[in-house]
T-cell receptor, first 115, second 113 residues
């Protein structure tokens, strides 16, 4: 079984401050991990993924995420948030040992960046 | 190149009516997925198609839901005898066979009155 938890429903930060969106996962083996962002009335946009290799993954729009196996976490970070980063963020996981490719998503975290 | 497209973007229907939602995946992507996004339920997997293999229907919530994929490309999700609890955004995604990233369409927002 695979699952993801996003412990914070909302994150509020001031523009220019660091942004962190938390994600923890549960997978039997080594996970494939993803972050997506959803703007109002839009579909999900892919931000970044971890499959293997370097634990620090860099993605679109200046976002990065760090895979931490011991803490089973994959937190999304941005050093300096912009108002335009305000959106709904989803973490997702897939167990590569499974025979299907479906993703399990977290409940989502709403990020609000105030000017 | 063109992304995943979905139609209609919005659909309002009366309880008991059937609806069809369409998804056109990225050209060359052999895997296609349907998810449902609703308040209180988050993002739920519905069904998955991979090439000519039998689809994985394990996420379909009831036998009122069905989907097909013609010619390995366009997919249609059909909901029969719609209920108010079917109101949600239905998202389609596609990916390459060995590529793990799923790319999503803009979704169809379904409202059942």
């Amino acid at each position: 079984a695979q699952s993801v938890a996003q412990p914070e429903d909302q994150v509020n930060v001031a523009e220019g401050n660091p942004l962190t969106v938390k994600c923890t996962y549960s997978v039997s083996g080594n996970p494939y991990l993803f972050w997506y962002v959803q703007y109002p009335n839009r579909g999900l946009q892919f931000l970044l993924k971890y499959i293997t290799g370097d634990n620090l993954v860099k993605g679109s729009y200046g976002f990065e995420a760090e895979f931490n196996k011991s803490q089973t976490s994959f937190h999304l970070k941005k050093p300096s948030a912009l108002v335009s980063d305000s959106a709904l963020y989803f973490c997702a996981v897939r167990d590569p040992r499974s025979n299907d490719y479906k993703l399990s998503f977290g409940a989502g975290t709403t990020v609000t960046v105030r000017a | 190149g063109a992304g995943v497209s979905q139609s209609p973007s919005n659909k309002v229907t009366e309880k008991g009516k059937d609806v069809e939602l369409r998804c056109d995946p990225i050209s060359g992507h052999t895997a296609l997925y349907w998810y449902r996004q609703s308040l209180g339920q988050g993002l739920e997997f519905l069904i998955y198609f991979q090439g000519n293999s039998a689809p994985d229907k394990s996420g379909l919530p009831s036998d009122r839901f069905s989907a097909e994929r013609t010619g390995g490309s366009v997919s249609t999700l059909t909901i029969q005898r719609t209920q108010q609890e079917d109101s949600a955004v239905y998202l389609c995604a596609s990916s390459l066979v060995r590529e793990e990233t799923q790319y999503f369409g803009p979704g169809t927002r379904l409202l059942v009155l």
